[in-house]
């Protein structure tokens, strides 16, 4: 058996370890941990077990460690297969999978790996593989990934300019409560709860596609809820219907959750009953209607998501009293999660005045 080789002198233990808990390479922690062992005296097969590894493999490390430091426990990228298409034709290629496909010339609304070996093909003379593709994809930068709904009579630029103003807005808005008065911002929005539910991804093994339950009876409820991000707080209520009376009680229990001697801003959309005369706004509650078309603008929309996906999605309910017990336990959960709240519904455009 040839002798072991020594460790460079530069280093110790203690501080192969320190280094390991600031790592985030779970290899190279394996083998900065079997190399502190060395520097411990422990046995080199013993050593090499801690790092998941031979005696052979833990002197090619240590080989590489005496060269280039902790810098050399990290595996390094093989050259790998020629890239068939330039810098140029990347970017090119990039370009083309942005903008998208052209559904009469194409024939296709979104791009299939498929498609862009044939593109590829036609445009640049280059034959590729569907795995080539996916790993250009993802030198680029791409994922395959879901995308957001978008009203299609949705105008971006009334989007923009109403985050750009909401400073200006809001001030207006408020500009008859006495000064220094206290600001919350809350949004506000209603959801629909019933037996049609909505499935969401599970993990399962590879070439099998579980059944999940699907209810097709149609007893329904709505969530009526709205959230303040600064405080992590929201305030809900379960009601039958969507109309102008269930919309006068959440505006009742919003009133009932905002701070004392706070007011709140309630920012909510175009709903014909949060836009109706017949509302009876509370003392401490100013509303501002969100524009038309814009759910994006509501993180309540964001909200609701993370509450099917964790807590609603996947079941069948088989009475109205489910139904209402599901919403209330899965408001109850969110509520009990004030850094959620927070986080899924901060938006930087609406931090002024709170």
């Not at 031979?54 to 902790?70: A, H, K, S």
């Not at 790996?113 to 250009?136: A, N, Q, W």
């Not at 923009?160 to 408020?174: S, V």
Request: a positive charge.
């Amino acid at each position: 058996m040839p002798a072991a080789i020594p460790l460079r002198r530069d280093f110790t233990a203690p501080t192969l370890r320190q280094l390991s808990r600031r790592c985030r390479d779970n290899r190279q922690i394996r083998r900065l941990l079997a190399l502190a062992a060395v520097y411990d005296g422990m046995n080199r097969t013993e050593a090499a077990r801690i790092g998941g590894m031979d005696r052979q493999t833990l002197r090619d490390w240590v080989l590489r460690f005496n060269e280039d430091g902790p810098e050399g426990l990290v595996n390094r990228e093989g050259a790998g297969r020629p890239r068939l298409l330039s810098d140029e034709q990347m970017q090119e290629l990039a370009q083309i999978v942005e903008t998208g496909p052209n559904r009469k010339t194409d024939g296709v609304v979104r791009w299939r790996r498929i498609d862009l070996v044939r593109i590829i093909d036609e445009r640049f003379g280059v034959t590729c593989s569907k795995s080539v593709i996916s790993d250009y994809l993802a030198a680029l930068g791409f994922s395959h990934i879901s995308g957001r709904p978008q009203h299609p009579a949705q105008e971006p630029q009334v989007i923009e300019a109403f985050k750009k103003n909401f400073a200006n807005t809001l001030a207006t808005h408020i500009a008859d409560l006495p000064q220094g008065t206290p600001i919350e911002l809350w949004f506000q929005d209603e959801a629909r709860i019933g037996q049609k539910n909505g499935r969401v991804r599970i993990w399962a093994r590879k070439g099998t596609r579980p059944r999940l339950p699907a209810d097709q009876r149609y007893h329904n409820t709505y969530l009526f809820g709205a959230i303040c991000p600064k405080r992590g707080i929201g305030a809900a209520l379960v009601l039958p219907t969507a109309n102008t009376e269930a919309m006068q009680l959440h505006l009742e229990e919003i009133s009932k959750q905002v701070a004392r001697k706070a007011h709140a801003v309630v920012l909510m959309d175009r709903a014909g009953w949060h836009t109706t005369s017949k509302l009876t706004m509370p003392k401490n509650i100013t509303a501002i209607l969100l524009p038309s078309k814009s759910p994006e603008l509501n993180p309540v929309e964001n909200v609701w998501q993370y509450m099917r996906s964790n807590w609603l999605s996947n079941r069948v309910f088989e009475t109205y009293d489910a139904i209402v017990d599901a919403a209330c336990e899965a408001w109850s959960n969110l509520i009990n999660q004030p850094q959620t709240i927070t986080s899924i519904a901060m938006r930087d455009w609406a931090q002024t005045g709170q």
